[in-house]
C-alpha cells in the first residue's frame, strides 16, 4: 500500500506532496474540485469532516488531517529526508516554532479571505472582514520575513518551514507586495522551486503564479 493525499491543484497540499517529493517517497494524489465543492461530499467527509484539504491516508489505513500534522508525520515517518533539524536540537525547536506559526497566524487568515461569507453576514461586513484578514496576513508574513535566515527560515538550512511558508506565500497577500515588503520570502520561494525534486510539483500547482 501507499499513501493517499487528497488535495486539488494551487492549495495547500502542495506543502504535502513537496514533502514526499524531498523524501523520495510515492503519494497517490485524489484530487478534489472545491469550487464544485467536492470537499463536501459525504464520501470526503468520512476522511475529514471538516470537508477541508489536505489530507493524508496513511498505508496502514489511519487518516492524519491538518497540513503541519501532515508534514510533521512525513518527516517522523522518513527521517532519512532530514526534513526536520536533530530531534532535542535548538534549531528543531526552532523549526517547529514556525511551522506552528504558519499554521496557526497564517493559515487562519487565508481560509477568511477565501471564505469570509463563513464569518460574517452581509457585503459590507464580508468585505470588511476580508480587507482586515489581508491585512493581517501581510503583517504575519513581516514576522516571518524578519526570521528568515540567509536562503531559508533556518540558518542550518532547508526544510519543512520553507516549504510550508514557500507554499502559503502565494496566497492573498499580493505579488507585488510580497516582491517590495518580504524580498527574504522572494528568495526563499525561488531556492524552494529551484530544488529538482520540488520544481515540477510547483510548476503543477502554481504555474500561473
Not at 77 to 87: I, W
Not at 193 to 208: D, G, N, T
Request: hydrophobic share 45%; net charge negative.
Amino acid at each position: 500500500m501507499t499513501y493517499t493525499l487528497y488535495g486539488e491543484p494551487g492549495s495547500g497540499s502542495f506543502c504535502a506532496e513537496a514533502a514526499f517529493a524531498e523524501a523520495g517517497v510515492a503519494v497517490e494524489l485524489f484530487n478534489l474540485d472545491l469550487k464544485k465543492n467536492e470537499q463536501l461530499a459525504p464520501s470526503y467527509l468520512a476522511v475529514n469532516p471538516t470537508g477541508k484539504v489536505p489530507s493524508l491516508k496513511l498505508p496502514t489505513g489511519e487518516i492524519v488531517t491538518e497540513s503541519a500534522a501532515i508534514l510533521l508525520t512525513i518527516a517522523d515517518r522518513h527521517p532519512e529526508a532530514a526534513l526536520l533539524p536533530e530531534q532535542g536540537s535548538a534549531a528543531r525547536a526552532a523549526a517547529l516554532r514556525w511551522i506552528v506559526f504558519v499554521s496557526s497566524e497564517i493559515y487562519p487568515m487565508v481560509e477568511i479571505v477565501d471564505y469570509p461569507q463563513r464569518f460574517a453576514s452581509g457585503d459590507e461586513a464580508i468585505q470588511n472582514l476580508k480587507d482586515t484578514a489581508r491585512t493581517r496576513l501581510r503583517a504575519r508574513f513581516l514576522v516571518l520575513e524578519h526570521a528568515i535566515a540567509g536562503s531559508f527560515v533556518l540558518e542550518s538550512g532547508f526544510g519543512l518551514p520553507d516549504i510550508y511558508a514557500a507554499n502559503l506565500g502565494q496566497f492573498y497577500v499580493g505579488h507585488a507586495w510580497r516582491r517590495e515588503h518580504c524580498p527574504k520570502l522572494e528568495m526563499l520561494t525561488n531556492a524552494v522551486v529551484e530544488r529538482p525534486k520540488i520544481a515540477p510539483i510547483w510548476r503543477r500547482h502554481f504555474a500561473s503564479n
